[in-house]
Each structure stands twice: as structure tokens, then as C-alpha cells.
């Protein structure tokens, strides 16, 4: 490891022995993910699956998805898809060598997925086989209002589960291909109801089995949920009766406690620190008092349903030291930071074990 040197590198040793709880990165590409093991990250603990579906090469299958009228033209296509994806999970796998990765299932605000350009709409037109003004339509009648309350996370997998379906399919047909097959920790975002990851999980237990039955072969796997909601704080133990592990999803369960837009705080926070109202960026630093109060609801509440519920954070506030020593007062299991982050994360991460003998 590049950082294990010199006295940086002993350093880390030391702090490596302090801590209790893990280090993750948050990596979706395997340079991001060979970058976080380099600077000794202990798993990955937030794939995000949209950003792969970004790729230039793949981004009008996905628009043809998007905007699909059926569910026959949108495994038209998946199929594109479940190749590509089966690919990038395996590269994935392969660089963590049976490490933890937790995979969150497509959590796309969908505007961001749509075409603007009449070149854009003419691609998905022929791939698609149809006509550039039916897709105006149909784009149109995805327009939504306020995406990030909109029609993203799981809502997508509720109303489309084949979406879901794909992603589980590529993620064990990965796994199973391997000789170090991974423990998938499979994981779905924005739910706010036990029925939801209910539903969802319904549909990567399915695509399980049907892998496993076709490969002659089982793996073992956990699916969890994001805990980004407060309505999902509050009903941590209904929901903990179906996920095995939650992940605190403070971007947005901060966006959703204080009412404030990740997207659009920046024109008055600096207000709002000068004036003392925040003592900090909340999207930097844990809300301890608020979005704090609702993750210590969550951890407590998931716990007494499921005594050994995996416990951990992927927000940014994953890499922030005074978080990350909120994280070890409520008894998190591991934080999740930005590659860049991780040595950090382990210092702090140690600071705050410490601190609490
Ligand atoms: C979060 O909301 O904290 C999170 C990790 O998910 P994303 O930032 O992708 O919404
Ligand atoms: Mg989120």
C-alpha cells in the first residue's frame, strides 16, 4: 500500500490497532475501488450502479430504457445492459479479492437520464425502433417537478422491478463466475417502508435463484437498505425484519430532515453558519442534534428487531472526522468514505475509539 511508508505509514499501523470500526470506500469504477484498497480500505461500502450507467458506450440503451412504452421494450433494453453490468461488477470483485461490496441498485434522479439534444432523441429513435416524436412525448411525461422527491430509488424498482431484476442477475452471475466470490451486499436506496424493501428484495431473491439453479452453484449474499428518509429512521425495526444491514445515507437523509436541498443550499449556508444557526455545513458535518438523533433512532431500533444488523454510513459525512466520531458513539460497524478519504477515515476512526476508553 503507497501509504503504508515512512512514518505517515506507521502512523496508520498505530491507528489500524486503535480502532474498532471499519473503513469502506464509496467506489464504482475498479480504479476507484485498487485506489481505496491502496489506502486500506476494508470493502466497498456504497456502489452507486447510475454512474455506470453514464458511460458514453451504453448511455442510449439506457435512454431507450428510460424511456421505454412498455416492459417488453425495456428488456429490450436490459438486455444491452445485463452484459455491460455483469462486466463491471466483475472487475469489481476481482480488484476487492472477497472483500465486503455493497452494491446499491439504480438510484437515478431521472431527469439527469433523459435526452436533450435532437441527436440524443435520434440515437435512442433507432436503437429503440421508434419515432423521435413519440420519445419527446414520452419525455415529457417524465418531467418532473422536484426529481430528488421524485420518482428515484426504489420508487424506480417498485414500478419497474425488471430494472432491479437485471442488476441482481449481473451482480451473481459475476459473483458466481469467480473463484473468490464476494459476499454481494445488495442494497436499496430511498426506501420508506417495510413494503417496499419487502417487494425489492423479493425480486433480488428471485434473480438469485434463478442464477444459482442455472450455475450449479450458491453464494452467500445480504440485501440491506439505505436508511435516507426519516420516515425510515422512525420505522427502523419494521424494517430491519426484512434488510440485514442498514447504510446511513446522510446526503440525503440531511436534505430530508432539514428541509434543505443538496443541490441549492450553497446561495445562503454561509449565511446560515455566520449567523450561528448551523454550526457547520450539515452536508459536511453530521447534524449531531438532528440527523444524528434520527441515525442513534435507527441504529437503536434496528439492533433490538435484529441483534446482529450491520451497521454503517455512506453520506460524505463517512469521511469527516467529527462524524466519523459521532459514528463511534452510536456504534456504527463501519463508515464508508471517498477513496481519498480512507486514511482519514482510519485515523479518525481510531481517534474516536480511543477517546471512548
Ligand atoms: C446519500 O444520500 O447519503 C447517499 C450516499 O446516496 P447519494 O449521495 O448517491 O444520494
Ligand atoms: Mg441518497
Same mark, same amino acid.
Given at each position: 500500500? #503507497? ?38 480500505? %476494508?470493502?466497498? *461500502? ?26 417488453? *421494450?425495456?428488456?429490450?433494453? /436490459? =438486455?444491452? /445492459?445485463? #452484459? ?23 438510484? #437515478? ?14 440515437? &435512442? ?21 422536484? #426529481?430528488?422527491? *421524485? ?46 424493501? %419487502?417487494?425489492?428484495? %423479493? &425480486? ?9 439453479? %442455472? ?5 452467500? +449474499? ?26 446511513? *445515507? ?6 430530508? !430532515? ?13 449565511? +446560515? ?13 453530521? =447534524?449531531?442534534?438532528? &440527523? ?12 433490538? !428487531? ?27 460497524? +463501519?463508515?464508508?468514505?471517498?477513496? +481519498? ?5 482510519? /485515523? ?10
Amino acid at each position: 500500500q #503507497p501509504e503504508l511508508v515512512g512514518d505517515f505509514g506507521t502512523l496508520m499501523v498505530w491507528a489500524d490497532a486503535g480502532r474498532r470500526m471499519k473503513v469502506r470506500a464509496n467506489a464504482e469504477t475498479p480504479l476507484d475501488a485498487q485506489t481505496a484498497r491502496d489506502f486500506g480500505a %476494508e470493502g466497498i *461500502g456504497l456502489c452507486r450502479t447510475e454512474h455506470m450507467f453514464f458511460d458514453a458506450s451504453r448511455i442510449t440503451a439506457v435512454r431507450q430504457m428510460i424511456l421505454a412504452e412498455d416492459e417488453k *421494450g425495456r428488456r429490450a433494453a /436490459l =438486455d444491452k /445492459l445485463l #452484459p455491460e453490468q455483469r462486466k463491471d461488477f466483475t472487475a469489481i470483485f476481482e480488484v476487492m479479492a472477497g472483500l465486503p461490496v455493497t452494491i446499491r441498485l439504480l438510484d #437515478p434522479p431521472l431527469h439527469e437520464f433523459l435526452p436533450h439534444q435532437e441527436s440524443e432523441f435520434a440515437e &435512442v429513435a433507432e436503437a429503440a425502433g421508434v419515432g423521435v416524436e413519440v420519445l419527446k412525448q414520452r419525455a415529457a411525461e417524465l418531467h418532473e417537478f422536484n #426529481p430528488m422527491l *421524485g420518482h428515484r430509488g426504489c420508487r424506480l424498482g417498485v414500478t419497474y422491478p425488471e430494472i432491479y431484476e437485471m442488476q441482481a442477475r449481473a451482480i451473481f452471475e459475476a459473483a458466481c463466475a469467480l473463484d473468490v466470490a464476494p459476499v454481494p451486499e445488495i442494497m436499496i436506496p430511498l426506501v420508506g417502508t417495510k413494503r417496499e424493501l %419487502e417487494l425489492m428484495k %423479493e &425480486v433480488v431473491d428471485k434473480a438469485a435463484e434463478a442464477v444459482f439453479a %442455472e450455475q450449479g452453484k450458491r453464494i452467500e +449474499y445480504l440485501v440491506g437498505t439505505m436508511i435516507e428518509l426519516p420516515r425510515a429512521a422512525l420505522m427502523a425495526d419494521e424494517i430491519a425484519e426484512v434488510g440485514s444491514f442498514f447504510s446511513f *445515507g446522510t446526503n440525503d437523509l440531511t436534505q430530508t !430532515t432539514l428541509g434543505v436541498s443538496r443541490d441549492d443550499a450553497a446561495r445562503f449556508l454561509t449565511h +446560515y453558519v455566520d449567523k450561528g444557526i448551523y454550526a457547520r455545513d450539515p452536508f459536511v458535518s453530521l =447534524d449531531v442534534e438532528g &440527523v444524528g438523533q434520527l441515525i442513534d433512532i435507527a441504529a437503536t431500533k434496528g439492533k433490538a !428487531t435484529r441483534p446482529d444488523i450491520k451497521l454503517g454510513i455512506c453520506g460524505e459525512h463517512g469521511g469527516d472526522p467529527a462524524s466519523i466520531a459521532f459514528c463511534e458513539k452510536v456504534g456504527l460497524d +463501519y463508515v464508508s468514505a471517498s477513496p +481519498y478519504r480512507v486514511p482519514i477515515a482510519r /485515523l479518525a476512526a481510531a481517534q474516536a475509539a480511543l477517546a471512548k476508553k
